[in-house]
């Protein structure tokens, strides 16, 4: 038995000692570029360590919490139907039990961002190291997904980059964007792998119709992208300002730039950008880093079950996924997601315009043999006397149907206290139709908002009244008082423990640094946790009281 707990621990050694052998050595000179009013002037030959305590001793104390924002996109590209389809993931289940490292010295950041050689800056700071962390320690799974994801979408954004003479580096920013999933909506409607607002996209000449969403096609928006980051860079002469720039517009950083005086640096109009735009170049930095270095932090590809290998055949009439589906023998939902531009299954092609239909390489060559009888398959249920239907379906999950068969629409305002499950019990709708009819994600709702719902017909004129009633009267309409009379007593707390509330925006990780030498995991361990998501507002955690 003692044999074989020497042997053990000198082989956690052996890997102790060879995953930071590298770390002491000196730093490559002029790869690194940071803000002068953050390190100030370093020589060539210091160190990383050197580096370092430059960064966090001279220049604005730059620090601020991980924006939520972007730990949402991620946490959506896991929940999203989409990759839930092409992975067959467990949104909740978020596996942090395989081993990486935890708790790196700075120096070990600085010296592998310098020797990534890009030509954007790779600024470093105790910002930057906040969202590499999330990347590489809180955010693991969704990470991976995304490494996968990467193999598919990568060289469709290099070829774009390259096409203009970018920095290919810049193939990144939909890790941000979107989390790289190509139907990613934002709650402001920014949309796609890149993330355009409709002017936006139409200004840079993507089709949007109710059929076709360029915005969503990986290599036209992916030019659209491309165009758009080189008239930024050719504003400002600087890449963090043109990164800034793509996510906010050129309006916002402008103002920026003025109310600081003038000043030209990321860095020191940091906080004169918004919020979400703060944390933007630091998660791009990250983000960089964590797919880079991922084998040092043991992340690992989780490739998707569809083929990455793929053709494209353009097509010069009416085609629904369906037809496709039937002839070749392919799931509609890989159909899909190799199309996600295609809003409603439906690809409204004619002699005058032609669109492609990307499909597994296989397939491709069956489609050719077989065209004649994809496209007359059941062809006058799809498209009657040749025409192209009413839409009222999505693909994408978030457009309201332009009617529900037998269903009334009402409408409801959303008020201060209200969530998803109590407007559904009082309409009698399932909660998952109500977030289908209201592009509602991860159930965020807020005051004041337009909900739509559809009832019964019979019914409209009783559900009509639901938006003017107290919650009182909702509650009582369903059989319940909106306010417990049973007494609850007060839970008897336990000396060993301290306890913590939890506040809007906490994660476990968030959590655990407000306490010397508790970890997330040990927290998750007392509380009888499975992850982030097991958290709520107002829950109260147990904390082992260090002696």
Request: hydrophobic share 35%.
């Amino acid at each position: 038995m003692k044999t074989r707990y020497k042997i053990l621990l000198l082989f956690i050694i052996t890997l102790f000692v060879g995953t930071y052998s590298g770390y002491s050595q000196n730093a490559y000179p002029t790869l690194f570029v940071q803000p002068d009013s953050l390190i100030g002037q370093t020589e060539a030959t210091n160190t990383a360590d050197e580096i370092c305590d430059t960064t966090y001793t001279t220049g604005p104390d730059i620090d601020d919490n991980v924006n939520s924002i972007f730990a949402d996109q991620l946490d959506s590209l896991t929940s999203s139907w989409q990759i839930r389809e092409a992975y067959k993931l467990d949104s909740t289940d978020v596996d942090f039990s395989e081993w990486f490292p935890r708790n790196l010295p700075d120096s070990v950041y600085i010296q592998r961002l310098m020797r990534a050689e890009q030509v954007v800056d790779l600024s470093y700071n105790k910002i930057v190291k906040k969202y590499i962390i999330m990347y590489t320690e809180r955010r693991r799974n969704q990470v991976e997904v995304m490494l996968g994801l990467s193999s598919y979408y990568f060289p469709i954004f290099e070829e774009a980059l390259d096409r203009y003479n970018l920095p290919l580096e810049l193939k990144y920013l939909p890790i941000i964007e979107s989390a790289l999933n190509p139907v990613a909506r934002s709650r402001a409607g920014a949309n796609g792998l890149w993330q355009f607002m409709y002017g936006t996209g139409k200004n840079l000449k993507l089709e949007i119709t109710s059929f076709v969403d360029e915005r969503r096609d990986p290599v036209k928006s992916s030019d659209a992208a491309a165009r758009y980051l080189k008239q930024l860079y050719s504003i400002y002469g600087n890449w963090q300002l043109a990164i800034a720039a793509y996510n906010c517009g050129p309006g916002n950083v402008n103002r920026a730039i003025r109310r600081s005086g003038g000043k030209q640096n990321y860095w020191d109009i940091y906080y004169r950008l918004p919020r979400e735009t703060r944390g933007y170049v630091p998660a791009f930095i990250a983000a960089l880093y964590a797919f880079e270095f991922s084998k040092e932090h043991n992340l690992h590809p989780r490739l998707p079950d569809i083929s990455l290998t793929t053709d494209t055949i353009m097509v010069n009439r009416y085609l629904h996924f369906d037809q496709v589906a039937a002839t070749l023998n392919i799931n509609k939902d890989k159909i899909r997601a190799l199309n996600p531009m295609y809003r409603r299954d439906v690809i409204p092609a004619n002699k005058t315009k032609s669109y492609p239909l990307v499909l597994s390489q296989g397939k491709t060559v069956d489609f050719i043999d077989l065209d004649t009888a994809v496209f007359a398959y059941e062809r006058e249920k799809f498209f009657p006397n040749n025409t192209l239907k009413k839409p009222t379906e999505s693909s994408g999950g978030y457009f309201t149907p332009v009617d529900v068969k037998g269903k009334a629409k009402v409408y409801y305002k959303v008020k201060p206290g209200d969530n998803v499950g109590f407007i559904s019990s009082w309409f009698k709708v399932r909660a998952s139709d109500l977030r289908y009819w209201n592009n509602i994600h991860r159930n965020l709702i807020r005051a004041g908002q337009k909900l739509v719902v559809y009832v019964p017909e019979k019914q409209k004129a009783k559900y009509a009244k639901v938006d003017k009633m107290s919650f009182a009267q909702k509650q009582a309409m369903i059989g319940k008082t909106s306010t417990s009379s049973k007494k609850v007593k007060a839970k008897t707390l336990d000396s060993n423990y301290v306890y913590y509330k939890v506040k809007k925006g906490d994660t476990l990780w968030d959590i655990s640094q407000k306490y010397a030498g508790i970890s997330s995991d040990e927290i998750m361990r007392l509380n009888k946790l499975k992850n982030d998501h097991s958290l709520y507002i107002g829950q109260q955690l147990k904390i082992k009281r260090k002696m």
